[in-house]
Each structure stands twice: as structure tokens, then as C-alpha cells.
């Protein structure tokens, strides 16, 4: 997930143009626009990127971090799931990692395979780099997945979320929902502060507040991305606020302990908005009944346009819906604000 | 320089410097004055929360919660404090949460209800520190080894059981547990537990031969065998003991989050020795109190308390958790050096 | 003497350790290429007195010059820059590193200041082994493959890798067989040869004839004898000086009867063996009866106390406690048997030196006084302090930590741990090492009166007076092997002595 400082400008920069293009999802950029009503599943928007026909059979590697996380388990899913729906793709799948020199052996066990295509979600983007360019220097394109590789000569096309698009929209959705309020108060949850998207995010969030002078950020504690820290986390930040208007956590997972501690601590005062996009997080939307009102999404089903990506990339085909024969070299998905009048659509999504 | 606490029949006269071996009051005192110590330490946290934060502070509410997320590692911590004791160490207390925890909170699990939950949680807490217990006792293997095994393995196990999900309670007799309207006369079920624990481990500890046989193990292993003490069967107890531990926190985990999770009791075993270190535990063995580790996780438990109410970030928190265990360690070592 | 001041001069120096005075005013003079041996019995502060020569240990009191300067050995390193190198009895190398490694371990030959040049280590340290009579040692060779002797060349290489002008040498021929000693020998010879002295410890009476100078005989503490010619000076005398006591020990009665005629054995060895430490052995105590077995380190004789005490597994043999046998190797059956052991190192073996008196005494017979576990603390207090109070224990205050006792109250908190747990053969080892001599008496009255009881005791002790005056029956010891047996007022010191000491390691 973490993705440098200094590509995301470059990405900021490109995000304007996504921003008007691509505003209903990333999905529907990759789809041609079609049709956008979700089937059960599998997970993902089931639009592929290229033409649905059955073309030139592709092997396609796949080699991706430990799933020790909701969204990382996602991630293998959506991605097993997208390749099987294809009869013209094989997915060779390596045994999650988060070690980086047991995936660089796995990255180049899949190269000496001659696969055709690669799609790899790094433990760590950095270190992986080198063996990314191995691959593209075998010519086998590579679709990096998230954590981007140091430089793009490492990959084909990068697609990936907007950790700083992610706290933009929080803040955002919470500053509409504030508007006219005077006085307005807000907490931050955030994630694990060892990682920088932790801090990409708190970012884009206070960047979304900066348009809102009546709101302001009180309190920032920082949990672990763990259900257990969610909850000892929220709990005393509701003790220290006794009064607040809104709350943005970074990360569904330990959502499930911070609403827990909200809870335990009877308290139903304000709005609060969660991040990534699990299934506990949209059920709690839908029925609408707690403080849960929205969550941003961090989609895993990123892991599904990597294999469509990967397999238009193997038969030599564009993105349908772009007037360009190539496949762009990056994507960034739109991180999308889910409530309750859009969650439906989302709902086979979320992620356990 | 004191005076040698028995009058010798020779001339002995004054003892050196180094070692020299005070009256056995003056331990007796220092002892009292290692408790009182950290008692100030805690009464100074509750003045600087006091000053800081006093409407937050210094509210029935934050005590309960206080209270509350020290009981989870506090439980953790008696079973260390033993281990310690005995002059062994439990890498794998966290795992071993997180294991339960999961175990305890499958689906399969939660149809038995509340007892399926607590009963999984407790016997599998017990079958890792049966584990340990044999590798340790009986197949000769160092304790940092053997539970640094467990360590990796139980968190192995516990991701293969989730596939790193979030295991949702449903079952409300166990959630109910960890709301307001459980709390006794103010008192949350979850620090009731914590108080049985303690004030058990305090009894084992100071009252009983298993005690008894557990500081000798610890102060001297070799004594202790050629004084006709078991002691491999001792160090399965002990390790039996803190896998317990581990069980009864690993339910107390699953009522507080309402849910079970790979990733919980991360980094236990880091705040469990830290604990019963600035406890006054000797990671050496031989020496230690139930008293000192449980004041210790609530200091540490008090510190974190009043970062977050006053809004300071985990870097400041973590810094700040590293030198109170140096200071500790170095006031120990100071006291333990005129000893 | 020379008008050249001696190489070092040690006058009055003191150490004292709690409960004990190791070095009581001792003086040493040690000449530029002399063989000085130091000659004592088992704690009599030899290992004190090269513990403060090294470095190791800072005395209380007293002066060391060297070269005709006063100067203060703070620490080893000091001891060592001054060109003073001890190659210690327990040997003390690093088994993973190589030869070459030990040799130059804190001081090796580098490049740029940090990086080790291992081909120069390795060659001058051949250099050295070869001076040694030893070229066939492979400095890249890990220490912990070597024998025993090789290991000590290893030491000795080490400490001529220093600019060394004195070498103290602990017991050194302990480990070796005859050809080694020879070779140790020429070494000795060669280095003294080139100026440098050597402070010899030895147990040998022959060899310190062979090699040495003088000699220094030290006794409780005290040097009573200094620099005397150690060629001419008569065995007898010698012997005298290092059992001769300042303090006369007053051993108590012996039973009118002989024990050692009536009753059946409590305590039954036969056959009893361990490789490589001790061969068989067959003995039997009466109830009532003290057995002594006299001899020196390395005569096998706390082994063979520990082996019948199950904590070491015999290879042979069998022990009986009033006719049944125990389970061999199983410290706790033995102890069920009525087995009690007084180890020879009180405070590594025995002792819990964090605790107090009472739990010292308790700890073998918590079961006594505690119900499903629930300790009755009272009854605990009750019966501790009677068995303390029984042997006298000073302080009388069951809460006093162990470690502030003296070292014959210790003893005797061990000895009352025995008495409570009800136990009916005792097994002493060293009784009264590190007790000091006035509180031996206590001791000696203390351990007639329980075989006087009805317990059987089984005694060890270097110190051969200790051993005639209150054992009942006396087995020599030497090497493993049992050398003489018989009645205690048939033997006197000096006939012990000699079969203990006489005679090279080899025959």
C-alpha cells in the first residue's frame, strides 16, 4: 500500500484528470461503460477491461504479500476469482510472502516459468524493484499492484489506490455533512504511523478540512490496522472527547473495535466515517442504525483489474472506453465515499 | 560499609565494600520501598492526568477504562511474573492470545455459545504452555527458543484459521460482558477477572509450595534439584501456567473487541516482561512480586491513558514507554548491586 | 638479596569475602627468573592471592610493587600491561574461537586499526606454539577440539603473546599425563631461562622439588613461611607448616564403643562406579558411624558423594539404604531414602541466597507442614526455627536472608534442612570450606552429635585433620581410586599425605 512522496505528486497531478473522467469508479474506466450492476460474485465489478471474447490463452503470474489482513485476503480473492472467469486465462499463483527474499524467488521462479504476463503486489515496493526490471528486461510486462516498484522502467502499468485520496474524500463527505455548523468539531482514528500512507492519508484529510474554516480537527490518535488496538484506541479518545461532531477512521478492520468501543461507551453523538470498504463496515451502512455512516474506499478489487489489465496486456488490447490502442502505464483508482444511498451497488465488494 | 548482620566468631570485622551484605532489615525495607516506589510513580501519573486533563482525568469513566485495558495484558502479565520468577522467559504469550482468540471466536466455535468460547480459549492457552512446558522441561530446550518457536508457529496457525479475517462474536452473552450495564457496583466484569487473577497469583506465589518451589527453581535451579525439588515437572507447571494466563486473556480480549483476530496480543510478550520488570521481577529469576508486575502495567496502562487524552502521537508514546524501562532497569540494577 | 629491587613484592595484603577472611596479611617477594611455588591446603587463599596478583580481585589492605614501584591492579587488563599473565586451573578460553583467536582475543594484530589480520595472528601464533614444544597444534584449529593439555599450551601461548615477566601457573600439571609434565617442565626452564619469573602452584610436593626456587607456604590466610630454598627444605617440614594449626580444632569425643562393630549398615555402596572419575567402590555406613574419605581435588571424591547422592548417574554399582536399593541417578528418591548431601559449594549447590533462613530450611520438607499445597506458614516458622535453634544457628531470626549468615551458619542452615526434613544418612562434602576456624568446632560437635543420633555420615574433606579427628573410619583416596582403609586413631596426617601426595601423577 505505501507508494513514495514523490510519485504522488506525479499522480496528483494526473489525478485531475481521473477525477473528471473516471468519477463513477474506477471499474467503470476499465469497462467501456457498459453496464455497472455488481452480480454476487465474484467480488468485483465483473466489466472486463478488454473485449469479453475469449482471445489468445494467457499465462498470467501472480505473486502477492501474506494475506494476514482482511484486504490483503481480498486482494488473492479477487484476483483468483477475476482469472477463473476467464477460459483463455491460467493463473499461476506463488504462496503469499511477506519476506522480500522469498518473493523475489518466487517473482523469478515465475519468470524462468516464462509466464506472459506478471502481476505483483509487493511486500515492499522498494525492494522489489530489481526484479521487476529483471522481468520487463525478459519482456514479460509486469502490472504492479499498489506498492509501486522504485521507478516505472520496473513495470508496465501501475494501478493502485489513493491513500491521499482516501482522507481528501473523508474529509470532504464529513465537511458537507458539517456545513453550516458552527464550531464543528472532528477526531481523527488513524492507522499504523509507521507506514506512510498512514500519514498520506491524514494528510488529504486535513487538506479537505483546510476548505471547511468552520470544522476542526481536536484529536489524532493512531491505532495498528488491529481490531484489538481500534478498540483501545477509540476508547480513549471518546474519554478525552467528551463532545465531538465527527469521525474519520482510517481503516474498516479496526473499525470493528472502534465501534465496539463506541459502543461499550454508549455513545451515539456524532458521525463517523470508516476507510477500505469491508463488508462489516457496508452491512453497518445499510442498516444505518449506529454512528457508521460512510466509509472511502481502498478497493481490493484493484487485485481483479490487474488480471483484466494483465490478460489485454497479454493478447496485445487496449482499455475499452479509451481511445488509445495501449494500456495506460498508471492507474489510480478514485477512492469512492460509500452511505447508504450507494452501498447496495458495493455491497459484494466489502471484504471479510 | 555495615557492620556483618551476625557478629562473627573471628575477626572478620568489616566486609569490603563491593557485596557488602546490609542488615536484613534494610532488604526487608527495600523491598517495601520498591512497592512504595511505584506506587509514587503511579500517584505522580495521576497528578500530571490531574493537571493535564483534569475533567477527563480524574472521572469514574476513565478509571473504568483504565482499569479495563489493563486487564487484558495484566492477566498476561501474572503468568510472566511466574515464569520470570523461575528464571525462564514466554516469547509466545501474545501468540498464544491471538490463537485462542481465534480459535475460541470460529464459527464452528460459536455455536456452543458462551462456554464453547471460553472453554476453547483457556484449553487452547493451555496446550501451547503444555508445549512449551515439554520442550522446555523435559526435551532440554532454552526457554527463549522453545517459545520463540511457538511464538511464529501459533501466529501461523492463528492466520491459517482466519485467512486474516475478522472473526465477528455473535453471541450476545459474550458481548454483553464487556457493556456498561455488566459493570457490578461501578466494577467491569473484565477488571473483576483481572483482580481474581491477581490476588490468586498472589496467593500461589507467596502462600503455597508450588511457590515456593517456583522462587527456588528461579534463584537456583542446581540447589534446587539437590534439595529433592522437581524441577523439570516444576517448569511444565509454570509454563502450564502462563498458556492459562494467556487463555483467560485471549476471552477477556474476545468480551473487550467483541471479536477475534490474528493480529491481537501483538507485542504482549514486550509489555508483559517490561511490566514485570519495572515490577521488580529479576530476569535472572529467583526474585519478583505479583504486587510490583501489576503496578507496572498500570503505570503503563495510566501513561498511555494520559497521551491520548492529551492528544500526544505514538512516537512520543513509544519514546517515552522505552525510557521509563530503562530508568527502571537502571534503578534496579543500582538497587540489586548493594544487595 | 640482590640489590636490584625483587620483580614484585606483595606485603600485608588482606581480602576478606563475607563470612570469611581469605588473605589475613600475607607476604610474597617474587624474584626475575625464579620458580616461586605457593604451597597450601584448600583454602588456605592461594587462588585468593593469584586472584589479586592478576587483578581479578582488589585487596582490602596492603601494598604490591613492582619493580621497586608501588602500583594498584585495578583490574586484569592492568595486571596484564604490566607484563603479569595468570593461566588460570579452570581454563579460560573461548571453545568456538580458534586457536589463534583465544591467543590474541582483546589484543589482535590489525590493519587500519580494526580490521583483524588473520594470517599474522595465525602465523605468530605457530611461532609461539613451536617455542612451546608444541608446532603440532593448528592455530586455525577451534579450542574446544583440543585435549585438555593442548588447551593449556593454547594458555600459555596466550600469555607469552603479552610481553610477559611474570607468569603465574594454577596447578598447571592437574590435566596433563608425565610426557606433557616433562614438557611443561622444559618450558618453565626456557622461560625462567629468559628472565621471566614464575609464581608455581602445585599440590606436588616432587614437582615443586624439581622445578621450584622457593616456596611460600600459606595456611588460613597467612603466609607462614616465605622463601624458603624448595630443594633442601625437609618434606616433613613442609608438610608441618601447611597442616599446622595456629587455632587447635577441638574434635569431640568419640563414642566409647566402636560403632563400626555393631548394627547393620544404613548406607550400603557396592560396586559403585563412574567413568573417567571413579572406580569401584564398595562401602557401608553404620547409624552412629562417621566414615571419612580423605584426598585431594581431582581424587573423585565429591563426585563419588554426588553419584551416591543420585545426582550424577553411576555407570556401575548400586546403593543401599538399609538393604533396598535406589533407583540410581534420581536425587529424589535418594532423598526419600533419607538421603541428605552438604554439597561442596554451599552457595551454588545448596543454597537459595535470596531467601530467608526459614525457607532455606523448609524447602525439602514443604510437604511437612502444608496441606493441598496451602502452606501453614506458622508450623513452617515452628519447625524451622527448632531445627535452627537445635544446631545453634546465629543469628537466632528465621527471616534473616541466607546470603548475611556466616559461612558456618550456613552449613548449618543446610545441615538443619537435613535435620527437618528427617533425614538418616548424611552426606558431607567439604564441611567446613569457607567456615571459618573458630566456628569449626561448632560444626564438628554439631556433626558428632548427629551420628551420636543415629544417622550414618559419610565425610569429605581435603583437610586430613579434619578427617582423622572426626571420622570413625578413614578410605584414602588418590586418583579415583581407594588406597587405604582403616580405623582413624590407626592413621596420622603425614601417613595420609603421603599416600594422597606422594609419588608423580603416573604412578
Redesign the interface.
Known amino acids: 500500500m505505501p507508494e513514495p512522496t514523490d510519485l504522488t505528486s506525479r499522480f496528483t497531478s494526473r489525478r485531475g484528470l481521473l477525477f473528471g473522467t473516471a468519477a463513477v469508479g474506477a471499474g467503470a474506466l476499465l469497462t467501456g461503460c457498459t453496464s455497472n450492476e455488481p452480480k454476487d460474485e465474484p467480488a468485483a465489478n465483473d466489466q472486463p477491461a478488454a473485449e469479453d471474447k475469449p482471445g489468445k490463452p494467457v499465462t498470467i503470474g501472480f505473486a502477492g504479500p ?5 484486504w ?2 481480498a486482494i488473492n480473492d479477487n484476483a483468483k476469482s477475476r482469472a477463473k472467469k476467464y477460459s483463455d486465462v491460467t493463473l499461476e499463483i506463488t504462496e503469499g510472502s511477506n519476506d522480500t527474499a522469498a518473493q523475489i524467488g518466487q517473482i523469478e521462479t515465475l519468470i524462468n516459468k516464462k509466464v506472459d504476463v506478471l502481476v505483483v503486489l509487493p511486500a515492499d515496493g522498494k525492494a522489489l524493484t530489481q526484479v521487476g526490471l529483471k522481468a520487463m528486461r525478459a519482456n514479460i510486462p509486469v502490472v504492479n499492484l499498489d506498492r509501486i516498484f522504485n521507478t516505472p522502467q520496473a513495470y508496465r502499468c501501475w494501478i493502485g489506490g489513493d491513500n491521499y485520496g482516501m482522507g481528501l474524500n473523508a474529509g470532504h463527505y464529513i465537511g458537507e455533512k458539517l456545513k453550516g455548523k458552527s464550531n464543528a468539531t472532528v477526531i481523527e482514528l488513524a492507522g499504523l ?1 509507521n507506514l506512510e500512507l498512514t500519514q498520506q492519508r491524514t494528510k488529504g484529510f486535513d487538506d479537505a478540512l483546510k476548505n471547511y474554516p468552520n470544522i476542526k480537527k ?5 491505532a ?10 477509540m ?3 471518546l ?2 472527547q ?1 463532545k465531538f461532531d465527527a469521525l474519520w477512521n482510517h481503516d474498516d ?1 479496526q473499525g ?2 472502534a465501534l ?1 468501543a463506541i ?4 455513545r451515539d453523538d456524532f458521525l463517523m466515517v470508516g476507510g477500505a470498504g ?1 463488508l ?1 463496515a457496508f452491512q453497518a451502512i445499510k442498516e444505518d442504525d449506529g454512528v457508521l455512516k460512510a466509509t472511502v474506499l481502498y478497493p481490493p478489487t484493484m487485485a481483479a483489474s490487474a488480471i483484466d489489465l494483465a490478460r489485454a496486456l497479454g493478447q496485445g488490447k487496449g482499455v475499452s472506453g479509451m481511445a488509445e490502442f495501449e494500456i495506460p502505464a498508471s492507474i489510480t483508482l478514485y477512492s469512492a465515499v460509500v452511505d447508504k444511498d450507494n452501498v447496495d451497488q458495493y455491497m459484494s465488494t466489502g471484504f ?1 | 560499609m555495615t557492620q556483618h548482620a551476625s557478629p562473627p566468631r573471628d575477626s572478620t570485622g568489616k566486609v569490603p565494600s563491593a557485596g557488602a551484605p546490609p542488615v536484613w532489615r534494610g532488604l526487608m525495607a527495600r523491598a517495601d520501598v520498591r512497592t512504595l516506589s511505584l506506587l509514587g510513580v503511579l500517584a505522580a501519573l495521576i497528578v500530571i492526568g490531574g493537571i493535564t486533563k483534569p475533567e477527563e482525568f480524574l472521572d469514574t469513566r476513565n478509571l473504568q477504562l483504565v482499569l479495563t485495558q489493563a486487564s487484558v495484558i495484566g492477566v498476561v502479565t501474572v503468568g510472566m511474573t511466574f515464569v520470570i520468577i523461575s528464571g525462564g522467559i514466554d516469547l509466545s504469550v501474545g501468540a498464544i492470545v491471538a490463537l485462542a482468540s481465534v480459535w475460541a471466536t470460529t464459527v464452528a466455535t460459536q455455536e456452543y455459545g458462551f462456554a464453547g468460547i471460553l472453554f476453547t480459549a483457556v484449553v487452547v492457552g493451555v496446550g501451547c504452555g503444555l508445549v512449551n512446558g515439554m520442550l522446555i522441561a523435559y526435551g532440554a530446550m532454552v526457554p527463549f527458543i522453545a517459545t520463540l518457536a511457538m511464538l511464529a508457529s501459533a501466529r501461523g496457525l492463528a492466520l491459517q484459521i482466519t485467512d486474516g479475517k475478522t472473526q465477528i462474536v455473535t453471541i450476545p452473552s459474550v458481548l454483553d460482558l464487556g457493556e456498561r450495564d455488566a459493570y457490578v457496583l461501578g466494577i467491569p466484569p473484565l477488571v473483576m477477572v483481572f483482580a481474581v487473577v491477581t490476588v490468586i497469583g498472589w496467593l500461589v506465589l507467596n502462600r503455597t509450595t508450588f511457590g515456593r518451589r517456583t522462587v527456588a527453581v528461579g534463584g537456583n535451579a542446581e540447589a534446587a534439584r539437590l534439595a529433592g525439588i522437581d524441577v523439570r515437572r516444576q517448569r511444565l507447571y509454570l509454563y502450564l501456567l502462563s498458556g492459562l494466563c494467556c487463555g483467560i486473556a485471549a476471552f477477556l480480549l474476545i468480551i473487550l473487541s467483541g471479536s477475534g483476530q490474528n493480529t491481537n496480543g501483538n507485542l504482549y510478550e514486550l509489555d508483559a516482561i517490561a511490566a514485570a520488570i519495572i515490577g521488580g521481577t529479576l530476569l535472572t529469576g529467583g526474585r519478583g512480586t505479583i504486587v510490583g508486575s501489576v503496578l507496572g502495567v498500570l503505570i503503563f496502562t495510566t501513561i498511555t491513558n494520559i497521551f491520548a487524552l492529551n492528544n500526544l502521537q505514538s512516537d512520543v508514546q513509544q519514546i517515552a514507554k522505552g525510557a521509563i524501562i530503562v530508568a527502571a532497569v537502571l534503578v534496579q540494577r543500582r538497587t540489586a548491586s548493594t544487595t | 638479596m640482590a640489590p636490584e629491587p625483587p620483580l614484585l613484592s606483595m606485603s600485608g595484603i588482606t581480602k576478606s569475602f563475607p563470612g570469611v577472611r581469605a588473605l589475613d596479611g600475607v607476604d610474597l617477594d617474587v624474584q626475575a627468573g625464579e620458580v616461586h611455588c605457593l604451597l597450601g591446603q584448600n583454602g588456605a587463599g592461594k587462588s585468593t592471592l593469584i586472584k589479586v596478583l592478576a587483578g581479578a580481585h582488589q585487596p582490602d589492605t596492603g601494598t604490591i610493587h613492582w619493580r621497586g614501584e608501588a602500583v594498584t591492579l585495578r583490574s586484569p587488563i592492568a595486571a596484564m600491561r604490566l607484563g603479569i599473565a595468570t593461566i588460570y586451573q579452570e581454563l579460560d578460553l573461548v571453545e568456538h574461537l580458534s586457536v589463534a583467536e583465544n591467543v590474541h582475543l582483546g589484543h589482535e594484530p590489525t590493519a587500519a586499526g580494526f580490521v583483524v589480520r588473520g594470517k599474522s595472528a595465525r602465523a605468530s601464533t605457530a611461532g609461539l606454539l613451536k617455542r612451546l614444544g608444541h608446532p603440532e597444534i593448528d592455530p586455525a584449529r577451534l579450542v574446544g577440539e583440543l585435549s585438555a593439555a593442548q588447551q593449556q599450551i593454547v594458555s600459555m601461548a596466550r600469555a607469552l603473546s603479552h610481553d610477559v615477566r611474570l607468569i603465574v601457573m594454577d596447578e598447571p600439571s592437574a590435566a596433563l599425563d608425565p610426557d606433557e609434565v616433562d614438557n611443561l617442565f622444559r618450558i618453565v626452564g626456557d622461560l625462567t631461562a629468559a628472565g621471566v619469573a614464575v609464581v608455581y602452584i602445585s599440590h606436588r610436593l616432587e614437582e615443586i622439588r624439581r622445578i621450584g626456587d622457593r616456596v611460600t607456604v600459606l595456611k588460613d590466610g597467612r603466609a607462614v613461611a616465605g622463601g624458603l630454598p624448595a630443594k633442601t627444605t625437609p618434606t616433613r617440614e613442609v608438610v608441618a607448616l601447611m597442616t599446622g594449626r595456629n587455632v587447635e580444632y577441638v574434635f569431640p569425643e568419640r563414642p566409647v564403643k566402636d560403632a563400626a562393630a555393631t548394627g547393620e549398615p544404613l548406607l550400603e555402596v557396592r560396586g559403585l562406579a563412574r567413568d573417567g572419575e571413579f572406580e569401584p567402590l564398595d562401602l557401608a555406613v553404620r547409624p552412629g558411624e562417621i566414615v571419612g574419605l580423605a584426598g585431594l581435588v581431582g581424587s573423585g571424591r565429591s563426585e563419588i558423594l554426588e553419584t551416591i547422592y543420585g545426582a550424577r548417574k553411576p555407570t556401575a554399582g548400586q546403593v543401599l539404604v538399609d538393604g533396598r536399593a535406589l533407583r540410581p541417578g534420581s536425587v529424589r528418591a535418594a532423598v526419600r531414602a533419607g538421603l541428605g548431601l552438604a554439597p561442596e559449594e554451599r552457595k551454588a549447590q545448596a543454597l537459595l541466597m535470596l531467601e530467608s533462613v526459614t525457607r532455606n530450611v523448609s524447602v525439602s520438607s514443604m510437604s511437612r507442614f502444608s496441606r493441598g499445597g496451602w502452606i501453614d506458614r506458622a508450623a513452617e516458622l515452628r519447625a524451622a526455627r527448632a531445627a535452627t535453634r537445635e544446631l545453634s544457628l546465629r543469628p537466632d531470626n528465621p527471616s534473616a536472608p541466607v546470603r548475611t549468615l556466616s559461612g558456618g551458619n550456613q552449613q548449618k542452615a543446610v545441615l538443619a534442612r537435613w535435620l527437618l526434613r528427617g533425614c538418616r544418612v548424611l552426606l558431607l562434602d567439604e564441611p567446613t570450606r569457607g567456615v571459618d576456624v573458630g566456628a569449626r568446632a561448632e560444626l564438628y560437635a554439631v556433626v558428632r552429635r548427629l551420628a551420636d543420633e543415629g544417622l550414618a555420615v559419610l565425610l569429605v574433606s581435603s583437610e586430613v585433620p579434619e578427617v582423622l579427628g572426626l571420622a570413625d573410619r578413614v578410605l584414602v583416596l588418590r586418583e579415583g581410586r581407594v588406597v587405604h582403609t582403616a580405623p582413624a586413631r590407626e592413621l596420622d596426617e603425614h601417613r595420609v599425605l603421603d599416600l594422597v601426595m606422594e609419588g608423580s601423577p603416573a604412578s
Open positions: 501474506q494475506a494476514d489482513h482482511g490483503l485476503n504511523d481536536v484529536a489524532r490518535q493512531a495498528e490496522f488491529t481490531v484489538e488496538s481500534g478498540q483501545a484506541k476508547a480513549q479518545l474519554q478525552a467528551s478492520d470493528v473495535g465496539r459502543e461499550q461507551a454508549g469491508a462489516s471479510k
